[in-house]
């Protein structure tokens, strides 16, 4: 398979993770934004998401994981587009807390 091929399903894998990493710190409140509860009150969320993080590089970056599941390394340039990707996700979460709690 071309190489551009499995670095975009790769990019898209790890794409959905992060937006699912943002939306689970965005929902430990259903009003306020994460930047008003803060990130670090619980231990257990955020030893799972370094271990998740963790998990995702090694198919991101082994060979072994690589071979296994049909990745291939990706660029910083790939990783601004899914932080900023996952960061939109996040906006739009918060822009909805903030409208539901303005009654629309």
């Given at each position: 398979?071309?190489?551009?091929?499995?670095?975009?399903?790769?990019?898209?894998?790890?794409?959905?993770?992060?937006?699912?990493?943002?939306?689970?710190?965005?929902?430990?409140?259903?009003?306020?934004?994460?930047?008003?509860?803060?990130?670090?009150?619980?231990r257990?969320?955020?030893?799972g998401?370094?271990?998740?993080?963790?998990?995702?590089?090694?198919?991101?970056?082994?060979?072994?994981?690589?071979?296994?599941?049909h990745?291939?390394?990706?660029?910083?340039?790939?990783?601004?587009?899914?932080?900023?990707?996952?960061?939109?996700?996040?906006?739009?979460?918060?822009?909805?807390?903030?409208?539901?709690?303005?009654?629309?």
């Open positions: 398979m071309e190489r551009a091929t499995v670095q975009a399903r790769t990019s898209a894998v790890n794409l959905f993770v992060a937006v699912e990493v943002f939306y689970l710190f965005s929902c430990r409140s259903l009003t306020r934004p994460v930047w008003r509860i803060g990130p670090f009150g619980n257990w969320l955020l030893l998401v370094v271990l998740q993080a963790g998990g995702q590089l090694a198919l991101t970056y082994t060979p072994l994981m690589n071979g296994l599941f990745t291939a390394p990706i660029g910083a340039d790939a990783w601004l587009r899914i932080l900023g990707l996952a960061l939109l996700a996040s906006l739009a979460v918060a822009v909805d807390k903030r409208l539901r709690r303005r009654g629309f």
